[in-house]
């Protein structure tokens, strides 16, 4: 089931609200992958974009720190291991033999809470040794551990390297064993060169992301079963540590505020705290709404999801049922029965009869190819270029390829993952002359875009290929001319 809709009226959220915030992404070009609203121990609103279900392998970014934390929490709970425990005992193997001043000062407290005195995140620089734990411990501290808050990526990997070495277990067996089983779920994560854990590449199910919200939200109980004890729990979410402004949200979004810090979790500028990662992933434990919600996105622009979704949504909730409005309550259903992430157009042009099976000589280019053909049916096109054909569904249906249509994208790490390697089209008529369409994979956060443009005898094929937006890489688009 891609969608589940209860009234939102029942849960104090007028259905309007709802599709303001979906018409708001729409317009800023947000690409949403899934939403989950939770509220009163009911979810009465979900929805996931095809070609995603709700069953799809997801990346969590920085949202899967909070995983980390919770396994050291569970860890916490057997007695393996304590809050004030310092890294040089925890890992007293592997001190460095010129530890910096202060550094055995550091605890599994300061770390969970990003306040080990480290002027900077230091991942870039650990990742590049052999031994991450000791690189991490080797660099010089510029503040008092525990006095000032620095993002640092290289603080989850220390707490599920602490986890494994006081319970035995990698993150993904503790994970699974003391959590993940008891909701149906399981985790994926990829292992360093050194055979270690890499936080930074967690996944798990969209279905997953808005559970452990829920269990969050019930202090470690789920369905009733206490699972990790609520004075734990709840640690995850207190501010711990103030945060400053982060210079990246626009100064008229609400998440500009200083926030604060819990164990891997950020606070919410409205109450609660949240799971928090890069290209918006976003759960969020919302206390005071006796609420939580649920996001995962491809959206590189800080702040921007959570300022529609207060703006939209958070801002317009009541503390008692609403009175309900059907016809806004259908068109939500409807909206929500047929999320896509295909292009919007229409199914059908005069264009494809005068384009049908034409064959169009290509101009010289980096992949060989000398023909391309283009076939329509009401339901599906095709594009044969040479001895390749490629097909592509219409009307949101998404079909699969093994190849890819051109050469093969660039496998960037932070775009990667888990899942299907087989590419998905799906397309439209974005003008009476121009068919578009996309090219997306499981394994792939980002979508590719073809645009076919048909003038008189001519038509030019523009690839856009987007690796990841914020990836620091630039990809010009590859463009084809082809001419009867």
Known sequence: MLYQFKAPETFGIESQSILNFLDACEKEEVEIHSLELRRWDEKFVAGTFAPFTERSMHRMYSSGKALCSLAFLFAMQDGL???D???VSVFADRVPEDLPEHMDQVTMYHVLTMSTGHDKDVFSTIKGSDDWVKAFMRIPLTYRPGSTYVYNNG??????EAVRLRTGKDLKTYLEEKLLSHMGETMDIRLTTQGEPDPSTISITIEAFGK???FLYHHGSYQGKQLLRPDLADMMGQCHIPTPADSRVPAEYVEKACNGYGFHTRRNAIGGYKLSGGRSQKSLVLPEFEMTASIMANEPREGILMHLFYTHVMFQVYQRPLPEKPEVCARLKD???HLNLGPRGETSSPMEEKVQGRDYRLSCNEDGKKRVRFEFSDSQAAVCMDDRKIVIGKNGEWLENEPYFLKKPSDFRLNAIPGSKANLYTGAWTKENE???????ESRMATDKVCCRFDGDCV????????QKNAGVRIDPVLLNGFC
Do not use: C, K, N, Q
């Open 81 to 83: 291991i304590g809050l």
């Open 435 to 441: 068919f578009t369409f996309y090219i997306r994979s």
């Open 155 to 160: 603080t989850p990997h220390m707490v599920s």
């Open 460 to 467: 030019e094929i523009r690839v856009m290929i987007d690796p």
């Open 335 to 337: 909206r929500l029965e």
């Open 212 to 214: 452990l919200a829920d």
């Open 85 to 87: 425990e310092p890294l």
